[in-house]
């Protein structure tokens, strides 16, 4: 497959929950409008010589993909104005097309095609792809030379078959997508949005929980492998990571497990089962009333009883499950393993429980040989889930001599809950390795293998706020390294900052753009919002105001003055102590860049007594570059400053030429 990049460039709706006849642009150097049926270029809103990988934040070219940030558009609007309402149909849209069926909406979708591939009349023009009705739609392409319809439904999977679409949202927003999408055509979309992760969580093995507590677990394994990511050492051949991951947003996790040799840990067993539970605790107590378990530490001790007790729940659970069995064959042969244990003198814990279980799955499995439940048994219970609870023991054993476990305090507010440092992590070795890290990717990596034998053991973060927890899931949904074989991703993100506080608010779009250049993809960047902070990060040709008339019709506007380089309202400063600054991050790196650049060439014009030819052509073009930056600012006292200074080059350069 050609691996060419892709970008939206227009979506028109002619009518659909209040937009009629809108063509909406995402692209700031190429826009359409498409009008009674016939499509043209809007240049009046296009910028001209709009800089070249204005994207890619001055991040120098060894240290970022191949491929680039494309656009980043800002969709804004009061409340009810259509934002959401906008993303969901885009989503509905180009989830089916991608698997060729036509919306029954009428609209349309301009999208570009730059790549290598060898069909030259291919990748020269953009390509529209205009529908009504479930059938496709012949727009008059009114002296539009570089677009070209298409007519042809294999063409139309073809062109989006590189592309994913990624969405994310804190809020209780639902696209209302899954009853009217296909799993087929969903394929297309990662959904991380809080609801459809809700939604999951019912649907997933923790349902027995609460549904804070499914979705908590489950995004915690999420967060967990970003978490390693950010941490990972890394050589001169992988891509730089960015600030924003090595600094993570939570700074505690935590452990919490049932109460050990307690009864109360076989709930949902103990009726009828009340003797095999008191056998259990017996032979737990026979292996640590000695002194050869005595210094084993009280975490490795909760690991260890959640795992034993667990597994004999969950076997005995997956039993009842089971049709027309007379007697339990799991009881029977789980009391004769406890007994068989009781009476021995070899307690060292490691041994006794990985004979445990090697005996109990091997009695259990002949004992169902030859009955109709076998094959049941052998899916459930076969031979690598002994392999896995016997790998977890070793590492357990192993990690315990390392020390890493004293690391974790027993917490004093909650009981059975212990609490670990994420800046332990920071403790290095004399070769300026972490001291701590491997152990708990070992331990981790291996408790994920039998999690699910013990439901009353939960890692998760401590002290983790809102925010925290808002921003660690956002950077989750921008790792697209799982994305497959896809070039392009374009990411629809809905309302993102959500509970951030401005300081975050101000440093977003900067560290979204720093995620999206680690990889060697490209991506596209659909942002709702309500901040003025994000406002000042981008164009105003990259803005989307919608607004309601009094007819409740959703309307489409470019701001009237540019937001790029803007200041925020001093209030922001005042009551949200923004002492770096309140324009937005990524204009302000922008901004001093374009300073810093013209001082040091002020400084060479006046230094230099003598300038080769291809010199003053250098010097000619930087100065061009610094002013499309100078030209993007309204703020008038920043732009007036930056303008004396340009035009002080820009004479001694002209005497010099």
């Given at each position: 497959?050609?691996?060419?990049?892709?970008?939206?460039?227009?979506?028109?709706?002619?009518?659909?929950?209040?937009?009629?006849?809108?063509?909406?642009?995402?692209?700031?150097?190429?826009?359409?409008?498409?009008?009674?049926?016939?499509?043209?270029?809007?240049?009046?809103?296009?910028?001209?010589?709009?800089?070249?990988?204005?994207?890619?934040?001055?991040?120098?070219?060894?240290?970022?993909?191949?491929?680039?940030?494309?656009?980043?558009?800002?969709?804004?609007?009061?409340?009810?104005?259509?934002?959401?309402?906008?993303?969901?149909?885009?989503?509905?849209?180009?989830?089916?097309?991608?698997?060729?069926?036509?919306?029954?909406?009428?609209?349309?979708?301009?999208?570009?095609?730059?790549?290598?591939?060898?069909?030259?009349?291919?990748?020269?023009?953009?390509?529209?792809?205009?529908?009504?009705?479930?059938?496709?739609?012949?727009?008059?392409?009114?002296?539009?030379?570089?677009?070209?319809?298409?007519?042809?439904?294999?063409?139309?999977?073809?062109?989006?078959?590189?592309?994913?679409?990624?969405?994310?949202?804190?809020?209780?927003?639902?696209?209302?997508?899954?009853?009217?999408?296909?799993?087929?055509?969903?394929?297309?979309?990662?959904?991380?949005?809080?609801?459809?992760?809700?939604?999951?969580?019912?649907?997933?093995?923790?349902?027995?929980?609460?549904?804070?507590?499914?979705?908590?677990?489950?995004?915690?394994?999420?967060?967990?492998?970003?978490?390693?990511?950010?941490?990972?050492?890394?050589?001169?051949?992988?891509?730089?990571?960015?600030?924003?991951?090595?600094?993570?947003?939570?700074?505690?996790?935590?452990?919490?497990?049932?109460?050990?040799?307690?009864?109360?840990?076989?709930?949902?067993?103990?009726?009828?089962?009340?003797?095999?539970?008191?056998?259990?605790?017996?032979?737990?107590?026979?292996?640590?009333?000695?002194?050869?378990?005595?210094?084993?530490?009280?975490?490795?001790?909760?690991?260890?009883?959640?795992?034993?007790?667990?597994?004999?729940?969950?076997?005995?659970?997956?039993?009842?499950?089971?049709?027309?069995?007379?007697?339990?064959?799991?009881?029977?042969?789980?009391?004769?393993?406890?007994?068989?244990?009781?009476?021995?003198?070899?307690?060292?814990?490691?041994?006794?429980?990985?004979?445990?279980?090697?005996?109990?799955?091997?009695?259990?499995?002949?004992?169902?040989?030859?009955?109709?439940?076998?094959?049941?048994?052998?899916?459930?219970?076969?031979?690598?889930?002994?392999?896995?609870?016997?790998?977890?023991?070793?590492?357990?054993?192993?990690?315990?001599?390392?020390?890493?476990?004293?690391?974790?305090?027993?917490?004093?507010?909650?009981?059975?809950?212990?609490?670990?440092?994420?800046?332990?992590?920071?403790?290095?070795?004399?070769?300026?390795?972490?001291?701590?890290?491997?152990?708990?990717?070992?331990?981790?990596?291996?408790?994920?293998?039998?999690?699910?034998?013990?439901?009353?053991?939960?890692?998760?973060?401590?002290?983790?706020?809102?925010?925290?927890?808002?921003?660690?899931?956002?950077?989750?949904?921008?790792?697209?390294?799982?994305?497959?074989?896809?070039?392009?991703?374009?990411?629809?993100?809905?309302?993102?900052?959500?509970?951030?506080?401005?300081?975050?608010?101000?440093?977003?779009?900067?560290?979204?753009?720093?995620?999206?250049?680690?990889?060697?993809?490209?991506?596209?960047?659909?942002?709702?919002?309500?901040?003025?902070?994000?406002?000042?990060?981008?164009?105003?040709?990259?803005?989307?105001?919608?607004?309601?008339?009094?007819?409740?019709?959703?309307?489409?506007?470019?701001?009237?003055?540019?937001?790029?380089?803007?200041?925020i309202y001093t209030l922001f400063r005042d009551a949200f102590f923004m002492e770096q600054g309140v324009i937005g991050a990524f204009a302000d790196l922008k901004i001093r860049a374009t300073y810093n650049g013209l001082l040091k060439l002020e400084k060479n014009l006046k230094s230099e007594q003598s300038i080769s030819e291809d010199r003053l052509i250098q010097y000619e073009k930087e100065l061009e570059d610094q002013n499309n930056i100078i030209k993007l600012i309204d703020e008038p006292l920043l732009r007036g400053h930056l303008l004396q200074l340009y035009n002080w080059c820009f004479h001694a350069l002209d005497v010099r030429m």
């Amino acid at each position: 497959m050609d691996r060419q990049k892709k970008v939206l460039l227009c979506m028109y709706v002619d009518d659909f929950c209040g937009f009629k006849e809108e063509s909406f642009n995402f692209y700031i150097e190429r826009r359409y409008v498409i009008e009674k049926g016939k499509i043209r270029r809007k240049s009046d809103e296009e910028i001209e010589n709009f800089p070249n990988d204005f994207w890619r934040n001055n991040i120098p070219e060894n240290n970022i993909s191949k491929n680039n940030v494309s656009a980043v558009t800002l969709l804004i609007g009061e409340n009810g104005a259509g934002k959401t309402t906008l993303m969901r149909l885009l989503i509905k849209w180009l989830c089916q097309l991608s698997v060729g069926h036509i919306p029954k909406e009428k609209g349309a979708l301009v999208i570009s095609v730059d790549g290598e591939g060898n069909n030259d009349d291919y990748k020269s023009r953009d390509k529209l792809i205009a529908f009504d009705k479930g059938e496709l739609w012949g727009i008059e392409i009114n002296k539009c030379k570089e677009i070209a319809a298409i007519r042809d439904i294999d063409e139309i999977k073809k062109l989006l078959s590189d592309i994913r679409l990624a969405y994310y949202t804190d809020t209780m927003t639902d696209l209302e997508l899954s009853d009217i999408l296909t799993k087929e055509e969903l394929v297309f979309l990662q959904d991380d949005s809080l609801l459809t992760r809700l939604s999951n969580s019912i649907k997933s093995k923790y349902s027995v929980d609460s549904i804070k507590d499914c979705i908590k677990r489950e995004d915690f394994v999420k967060q967990m492998k970003l978490f390693l990511y950010s941490r990972k050492e890394r050589d001169d051949s992988m891509p730089r990571l960015p600030d924003c991951l090595q600094r993570f947003p939570i700074r505690y996790m935590k452990l919490t497990t049932k109460e050990v040799g307690n009864e109360k840990s076989f709930d949902g067993i103990l009726d009828g089962n009340s003797s095999l539970v008191q056998e259990a605790i017996d032979l737990w107590n026979k292996v640590f009333d000695g002194d050869s378990n005595h210094n084993l530490s009280g975490i490795s001790r909760a690991l260890l009883w959640e795992l034993f007790s667990g597994t004999i729940i969950s076997m005995l659970q997956w039993e009842r499950t089971l049709p027309k069995l007379e007697n339990s064959i799991v009881t029977e042969k789980v009391r004769a393993s406890l007994r068989a244990y009781i009476r021995t003198g070899n307690f060292k814990w490691n041994t006794v429980f990985k004979r445990f279980f090697t005996n109990l799955f091997s009695d259990c499995e002949k004992a169902f040989n030859g009955t109709r439940s076998y094959g049941e048994f052998w899916t459930e219970w076969s031979q690598q889930v002994e392999e896995k609870i016997n790998s977890f023991l070793d590492v357990l054993k192993s990690i315990e001599k390392s020390k890493f476990l004293k690391k974790w305090t027993f917490s004093e507010n909650a009981q059975n809950t212990w609490e670990f440092k994420l800046a332990y992590f920071d403790e290095k070795d004399g070769d300026g390795c972490s001291i701590w890290l491997q152990d708990w990717i070992e331990l981790w990596e291996h408790y994920l293998t039998v999690a699910h034998l013990m439901p009353g053991c939960r890692f998760d973060w401590k002290y983790a706020s809102s925010g925290e927890t808002n921003k660690t899931n956002l950077y989750c949904t921008m790792q697209v390294a799982d994305m497959g074989e896809c070039n392009n991703v374009w990411f629809l993100l809905d309302e993102p900052d959500n509970t951030f506080h401005p300081g975050w608010r101000r440093e977003i779009i900067r560290e979204i753009i720093d995620i999206c250049l680690v990889y060697n993809i490209n991506s596209q960047l659909l942002i709702a919002t309500h901040s003025p902070i994000m406002l000042s990060d981008v164009p105003k040709q990259a803005i989307i105001l919608l607004k309601i008339d009094a007819e409740e019709v959703k309307q489409y506007f470019i701001p009237e003055s540019s937001s790029f380089g803007q200041q925020i309202y001093t209030l922001f400063r005042d009551a949200f102590f923004m002492e770096q600054g309140v324009i937005g991050a990524f204009a302000d790196l922008k901004i001093r860049a374009t300073y810093n650049g013209l001082l040091k060439l002020e400084k060479n014009l006046k230094s230099e007594q003598s300038i080769s030819e291809d010199r003053l052509i250098q010097y000619e073009k930087e100065l061009e570059d610094q002013n499309n930056i100078i030209k993007l600012i309204d703020e008038p006292l920043l732009r007036g400053h930056l303008l004396q200074l340009y035009n002080w080059c820009f004479h001694a350069l002209d005497v010099r030429m």
